[in-house]
């Protein structure tokens, strides 16, 4: 046997196991505001109170942002209630193709149901990449928050409102998305679409996503939650990330952790500032 069929062989076996454990996941639903069902899961059911929702990134999911790479075992350790939302045109939960649907307002609104759902009167929000910029809109929307983690973005988050445009063109991911192969994508847009492709999104939502992303601008003066800011020290797609917290004030602290966009969240640093935080 070559040294790639081997390589081959266990990649598969990796797929496998993680199909199992993403369909061993009871899967809760709730009407979105605008009708939609959305997925949720009760990820660590002890009473501590207050709960934790965690919400992911693009073309991810609860599973593959949050539960792979063990950090809701972590979180769990805690005491406390934890759950996770499947994003609008993600994971589990609706995928309408039209852009008429997406977006970081509509998502922080579904995570605001969410909470209205499971009868929170006060809760924590963890959110990463996407899920940053959703849950710094979430927090500038919902009094409820008391501690939010916003990471995984940079200073357009303070500019544009969501993700760095000069990093990542969302109307050429869009293009590669609905494209018919990854032959000719830049390497950014190339990793997203294989990336989903692997996670099993469907591509015609995560495009109509991404031709909804718009500048605009967070009310982050409105966000009176304790803030931790994390990012990784070489992730582009997080460029000076102290700009989000320098804007929202005392009330925010910046973390920086080691790696780029796609290993920072599974560093031992960003798992020991999150405890540390939530804790």
């Known amino acids: 046997m070559t040294t790639a069929t081997r390589e081959g062989e266990a990649h598969r076996g990796i797929e496998t196991h993680a199909a199992t454990a993403q369909a061993e996941m009871q899967v809760n639903h709730f009407t979105s505001p605008d009708g939609l069902e959305m997925a949720w899961f009760e990820l660590g059911s002890n009473a501590g109170a207050p709960p934790i929702i965690f919400q992911h990134g693009f073309s991810s999911s609860t599973y593959w942002e949050w539960v792979e790479c063990g950090l809701i075992d972590a ?22 193709h039209e852009t008429r649907f997406y977006g970081e307002t509509f998502m922080a609104r579904d995570v605001m149901a969410l909470a209205d759902h499971l009868g929170f009167e006060s809760y924590d929000l963890v959110g990463y990449s996407m899920g940053g910029a959703i849950a710094a809109t979430t927090a500038s929307l919902d009094p409820r928050i008391r501690r939010v983690v916003i990471s995984g973005v940079g200073e357009a988050i303070v500019k ?12 050429a ?14 390497d950014v847009v ?6 989903a492709i692997k996670r099993d999104n469907d591509l015609l939502a995560l495009a109509a996503h991404s031709e909804s992303i718009a500048q605009r601008k967070i009310d982050l ?6 803030v931790l800011v994390m990012a990784g ?5 997080a460029n000076n990330a102290g700009a989000i917290a320098e804007a929202i004030g ?30």
């Open 250 to 279: 005392d009330n925010a602290r910046l973390q920086l952790v080691p790696g780029d966009h796609h290993f920072s969240r599974r560093s031992p640093e960003y798992r020991q500032a999150l405890l540390d935080f939530l804790g």
């Open 160 to 171: 544009i409102g969501g993700v760095d445009q000069r990093v990542l063109d969302t109307t």
């Open 173 to 186: 991911l869009a293009a590669g998305l609905r494209a018919d192969s990854s032959e000719g994508l830049g």
């Open 221 to 226: 003066d409105a966000i009176k939650a304790e």
């Open 190 to 195: 190339r990793g997203f679409r294989e990336g």
């Open 233 to 237: 020290d070489t992730d582009p797609l």
């Open 75 to 96: 979180v769990k350790t805690l005491g406390r209630r934890v759950v996770g939302i499947d994003a609008r045109g993600h994971g589990l939960s609706a995928k309408p």
